[in-house]
């Protein structure tokens, strides 16, 4: 029986990264061998074991066989007969596709070195099409890859276009899907992963929300690039300049779906659009498990995002309104995500990039005189025939402080 390292361990550290997780393989061993060695079983469909002192995985050697439709319809062998290049050319990508002996030697039968020097996101064999997630994956790694300078090859962008072609997306469970979504948006490039996918038509199947937003025009004046989906890409990559968090990165993603349903003989204004994208979010959380802090902040970032760009120009009362509808006076963490994302909104716009900001510091202003009233001295204060309604009067206390805030903000 040999062990070998597979893997992302392996491409990772061919590509000079931390190294995560250690997947091994095995060959030339049977279930009852791995048993006996104090391996402890953990696989559902094949052979997967965990080490007794490292935990690490090792998964005997096998071949897959496609018997039905999605991710999980395969046939399995895993014999002791199996070797480490049948195990190897069932991989998704060539840079996924090579092993380590316990020597450090490299085996690599199918050019992922070559392919990690050019910088390829190649498949190992024509077998990558009978695994739909492997569309999502790729445009992951892409995603992933992009600031290293990998690109996926032409003979894999037509795979994966087979493959949606096909209907097999459709297979794959909601739950794979997000999952593949979320990790893509923890990337340094998310924007790829929208990209990607959008060439090979699975956009229009996991996210066709966004997918509509190409092609969308709006006023040049405010959007130089004037492509909605276009300036969804730019906001995605200023948003990862700004955060790490990718609740605020999802909520960026998703902020101007509703412009997808503006009637092309009103373009290029988008007048409702705000509201328009709420029921677009509502399907998507339908389809998709988003959960429930990201989907709030979409949803608060879709609806008030232009408010927020508008913040100089509002009353009083809509702005301390504003400050109301992101709960920021009991959740000041959320207002912070809420600007953020507004952020990125107002710089991913071609030539933008680096345009001032002010209204953060502005809202900033008025949220943080509303946080310093206190009720209890409010309700003090009050004489009498006030008293019976204490939320009347500390309302009034906070559009008060609002509109002084302003006052003093416009004399500035
Ligand atoms: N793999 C595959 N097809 C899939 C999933 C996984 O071919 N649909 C193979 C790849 O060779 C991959 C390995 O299984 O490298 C381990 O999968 P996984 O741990 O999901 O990914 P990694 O490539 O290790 O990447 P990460 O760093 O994201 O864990």
Request: glycine content about 6%; hydrophobic content about 40%; aromatic content about 6%.
């Amino acid at each position: 029986m040999k062990t070998y390292l597979v893997g992302g361990a392996v491409r990772d550290k061919l590509l000079g990264l931390p190294v995560k997780d250690r997947d091994w393989v095995v060959v030339g061993a049977s279930v009852d061998d791995m048993l006996a060695q104090n391996f402890k079983q953990v696989g559902k469909d094949f052979p997967v074991f965990l080490h007794p002192e490292t935990g690490e995985e090792y998964a005997l050697a096998r071949t897959e066989r496609k018997v039905g439709p999605g991710h999980r319809g395969f046939d399995f062998d895993s014999s002791t007969e199996v070797t480490l290049e049948e195990d190897l050319i069932r991989r998704d990508l060539s840079i996924n596709a090579i092993a380590e002996t316990e020597s450090g030697e490299l085996i690599d039968p199918y050019g992922g070195r070559e392919d990690i020097g050019k910088r390829i996101l190649r498949h190992t064999s024509d077998a990558f099409v009978e695994d739909p997630l492997r569309v999502l994956r790729v445009a992951r790694f892409a995603a992933r890859f992009h600031h290293m300078g990998f690109e996926v090859a032409p003979e894999t962008k037509l795979l994966m276009t087979q493959v949606v072609e096909a209907g097999e997306l459709g297979t794959l469970t909601s739950e794979r899907v997000w999952n593949e979504l979320e990790l893509a948006l923890t990337y340094q490039a998310p924007s790829e992963f929208v990209r990607v996918l959008r060439e090979c038509g699975a956009l229009a199947v996991i996210l066709p929300e966004v997918d509509k937003l190409f092609g969308v025009p709006q006023p040049e004046k405010y959007h130089p690039e004037i492509d909605t989906g276009e300036h969804t890409l730019l906001c995605l990559e200023q948003a990862r300049k700004l955060t790490d968090d990718p609740a605020i990165m999802y909520a960026t993603l998703v902020h101007d779906v509703g412009k997808g349903l503006t009637p092309p003989d009103k373009w290029p204004s988008h007048y409702g659009h705000e509201k328009s994208g709420l029921r677009l979010l509502e399907d998507l959380e339908q389809r998709l498990p988003v959960p429930k802090e990201f989907a709030a902040l979409a949803r608060l970032v879709c609806e008030h995002h232009t408010k927020l760009h508008r913040v100089q120009e509002l009353k009083p009362k809509t702005a301390l309104g504003l400050i109301e509808s992101l709960d920021a006076i009991r959740r000041p963490e959320r207002l912070e995500k809420f600007l953020t994302a507004c952020e990125a909104d107002a710089r991913g716009r071609t030539g933008l990039e680096s345009r001032d900001y002010p209204q953060q510091d502005y809202l900033r202003a008025i949220h943080k005189a509303i946080l310093a009233i206190d009720n209890s001295e409010v309700l003090k204060a009050a004489d009498a025939s006030e008293r019976g309604n204490p939320k009347t009067l500390i309302q009034k206390a906070r559009l008060q402080a609002v509109s002084e805030t302003i006052e003093g903000l416009r004399s500035e």
